[in-house]
């Protein structure tokens, strides 16, 4: 429609899976469009990002594409048919491998289904690389369209055993793109660069390697050091000056400081630059157990290092989150899911714990009214827009009401069921008694896009809190 494609996410088939319908097809259609944004931003000469954007109606999710000049013909890199035939044109080759780069991807073989021969490529086998049907030599035009970049980001695998995970977790769980970036398995320093541990550094004359310990030895006057492992270890006897002339001495505290260095460039940095894992997105399609591996050891770092030592700052208010988009944007800058948040929730903070909570309970209510919408869609084909706020209103009073009824029973038990299951949170009983209520009320809001018509004056004392007029 005016030049937009208009794609309605459900049923989509990917890599054999079908996604199905709602929150989790709706989170692969949101990987679609983060992953084209991260692409488009970084600016790849010659390559280019249809214009994409989500709209979300009623609880239906479309994706919308703007259409570019390609047909079933120009496919140059990747599979669009799961893989049965694999296209790897050379000219497309290191543009998918500047993509690969931008999310530290791994290259991997993928076996091509129709010839049964492995094909090595950059970038998962779904995604697209398509040649412009109006490129000629010397265009400032791009060259290539990217399509179904969704799976650039790596599937975030942190169970002991495959069978613990289906198809379609490793399409729609995913490990951030900022955790990817920074991930280093077995924390190898990168090639070329020295640790120092003083602005005036030392080299140990028999090994030939900095002195990074605090203590040395050293002849001053022929300017002769040791390190204190050589000194230990090394034949005295065989030493260019008699052993009585090296003297032990330590270094100033006012010269103590670590950095790195590089060899070459003479760049310094502060933070040790580690050798980045790179990382295979088809690694559980493919069944590669070196590339699953190596998933499930970012996974594990996430969970045992990165989340407890964001639990640690927050504790010591080194980050201090005051709002839900506060906390979510601390949260992904350092590359942790949302569906971490049931972790972050322990922490012994009250304040931090009431605010995680009540982020866990809007983006719980968030689905199980999106499913409500849609199910009005399908039982009602001409419904109309007092129809979805009587929808919503209906749900929001029964979760919102302090009336005990069958029906609000039911709603706070899927809510204790749903995030339990999205964020592994345990929910404690009467927890709505203990939450700010009209802040939860806005959270809600916010996330399934409804405008309040009042921001204050809501008597949730009262059986039905809310009206159809409210929204």
């Known amino acids: 429609v005016g030049g937009i494609l208009f794609r309605r996410v459900a049923g989509w088939e990917i890599l054999h899976e079908d996604i199905g319908e709602g929150d989790v097809a709706f989170k692969v259609a949101a990987h679609e469009v983060r992953a084209c944004a991260l692409i ?6 010659g390559l280019c990002v249809p214009l994409c954007c ?10 919308c594409h703007a259409i570019a ?43 091509e289904r129709l010839s049964a021969a492995p094909v090595s490529l950059y970038t998962p086998v779904s995604l697209e690389l398509h040649r412009n049907i109006n490129y000629k030599d010397g265009d400032t035009m791009p060259r290539y369209f ?9 599937p975030d695998i942190p169970t002991a055993s495959d069978t613990e995970l289906d198809g379609v977790d490793a399409i729609s769980r995913v490990l951030r793109q900022e955790m990817t ?17 003083s602005t005036e550094p030392h080299t140990c004359a028999q090994c030939g390697k900095m002195i990074i310990d605090y203590e040395y030895y050293t002849y001053e006057k022929k300017r002769y050091e040791l390190c204190l492992s050589c000194f230990e270890t090394c034949n005295h006897e065989a030493l260019p000056y008699p052993v009585q002339r090296l003297v032990k001495k330590s270094i100033p505290f006012s010269q103590r400081e670590t950095y790195w260095r590089h060899e070459t460039t003479g760049e310094r940095v502060d933070t040790k630059p580690l050798q980045i894992t790179p990382l295979n997105p088809d690694a559980f399609y493919t069944r590669d157990e070196a590339g699953t591996t190596a998933l499930r050891g970012c996974s594990r770092y996430v969970l045992e290092t990165v989340v407890p030592r964001f639990i640690e700052e927050l504790e010591e208010l080194e980050c201090t989150p005051l709002t839900p988009e506060d906390l979510t944007e601390e949260m992904h800058r350092r590359g942790i899911n949302m569906r971490y948040l049931g972790r972050i929730a322990g922490t012994r903070l009250s304040h931090l714990r009431q605010l995680c909570v009540r982020e866990i309970l809007a983006r719980t209510i968030k689905v199980l009214i999106r499913d409500g919408l849609f199910f009005m869609n399908e039982e009602r084909p001409n419904y109309t827009e007092d129809d979805a706020k009587a929808v919503i209103v209906h749900y929001l009073n ?14 706070w038990r899927y809510i204790e069921e749903l995030a339990q ?24 809001c916010a996330k399934i896009g409804v405008t309040l018509a009042r921001f204050k004056g809501f008597d949730f004392a009262q059986a039905v809190p809310l009206a159809v007029e409210d929204i």
């Not at 970036?181 to 541990?197: D, F, I, K």
């Not at 919102?400 to 009824?405: A, E, L, Q, Y």
């Open 40 to 45: 488009a931003k970084a600016k790849i000469p």
């Open 54 to 63: 989500l709209v979300d109606a009623y609880g239906i999710r479309f994706l």
């Open 69 to 111: 000049p390609l047909d079933l013909n120009t496919l140059a890199y990747g599979s669009g048919n799961d893989a049965l035939i694999i296209q790897q044109h050379p000219d497309a080759a290191p543009y998918a491998q500047q993509i690969g780069s931008l999310f530290n991807l791994a290259p991997h073989p993928v076996l």
């Open 146 to 154: 990217v399509l179904n970049a969704g799976r650039c980001f790596a």
């Open 181 to 197: 970036g920074l991930y280093a398995a077995g924390e190898q320093l990168m090639s070329g660069w020295v640790m120092y541990t």
């Open 398 to 411: 029964e979760i919102f009401t302090p009336v005990p009824t069958e029906e609000s029973n039911t709603m």
């Open 421 to 444: 299951k999205k964020f592994g949170y345990a929910l404690e009983q009467g927890v709505r008694a203990k939450i700010y209520l009209v802040a939860l009320l806005r959270s809600i």
